[in-house]
T-cell receptor, first 110, second 114 residues
Framework: DSGVTQTPKHLITATGQRVTLRCSPR?????VYWYQQSLDQGLQFLIQ???????AKGNILERFSAQQFPDLHSELNLSSLELGDSALYFC?????????FGPGTRLTVL | SQQGEEDPQALSIQEGENATMNCSYK?????LQWYRQNSGRGLVHLIL?????REKHSGRLRVTLDTSKKSSSLLITASRAADTASYFC??????????????FGKGITLSVRP
């Protein structure tokens, strides 16, 4: 158990819909990262927040947005979903000894 | 874009044998981390090695780093069937702090036959 929690574990939705994925970092970690894992793109960095502020952005689509709240939990919002958005979405938090990942949310868009 | 390139892409060994996996990267790094992923599940952090370190050990794992060759290797000794998984190397750029985004390789599929 990494100490990073993510909900929900699975999400099945239809094209055009909007979903919210939630993440709580390990106690004491200020940074939260979001990654997407798909068969064709592999593991891709989406966005990083540090203590409530956006720190870095990767190849995140404009239809996707994220935020980190004062209690340091983070949410990733995916809207106007397409079939190609089906993937595993991971959240991670980092400390002095590395970046630790949550169990992921498997998103299926039908 | 993929920073790390693992080699081989797939490895099949007998239980008890050692498994060696290699990772090469293109640009300078702050640190390199190895992860394990069982089929479709979460990423388990195995080990972090910093750019000023050459070797680290954790249980049956040994990681080396050669910054002059921009490469790292992960050795699993006395492998077990439970080591069957995908292994990824991931790098943090040298131009950023230690707590920055990871860039992953495509992964190595390790199969350990009982």
């Amino acid at each position: 158990d990494s100490g990073v929690t993510q909900t929900p574990k699975h999400l099945i939705t239809a094209t055009g819909q909007r979903v919210t994925l939630r993440c709580s970092p390990r106690s004491g970690d200020l940074s939260v990262y979001w990654y997407q894992q798909s068969l064709d793109q592999g593991l891709q960095f989406l966005i990083q927040y540090y203590n409530g502020e956006e720190r870095a952005k990767g190849n995140i689509l404009e239809r996707f947005s994220a935020q980190q709240f004062p209690d340091l939990h983070s949410e990733l919002n995916l809207s106007s979903l397409e079939l190609g958005d089906s993937a595993l979405y991971f959240c991670a938090s980092s400390g002095n000894f590395g970046q630790f990942f949550g169990p992921g949310t498997r998103l299926t868009v039908l | 874009s993929q920073q790390g390139e693992e080699d081989p892409q797939a490895l099949s060994i007998q239980e008890g044998e050692n498994a060696t996996m290699n990772c090469s990267y293109k640009t300078s790094i702050n640190n390199l981390q190895w992860y394990r992923q069982n089929s479709g599940r979460g990423l388990v952090h195995l080990i972090l090695i910093r750019s000023n370190e050459r070797e680290k050990h954790s249980g049956r794992l040994r990681v080396t780093l050669d910054t002059s060759k921009k490469s790292s290797s992960l050795l699993i000794t006395a492998s077990r069937a439970a080591d069957t998984a995908s292994y990824f190397c991931a790098t943090v750029p040298g131009t950023t702090g230690a707590n920055s985004k990871l860039t992953f390789g495509k992964g190595i599929t390790l199969s350990v036959r009982p």
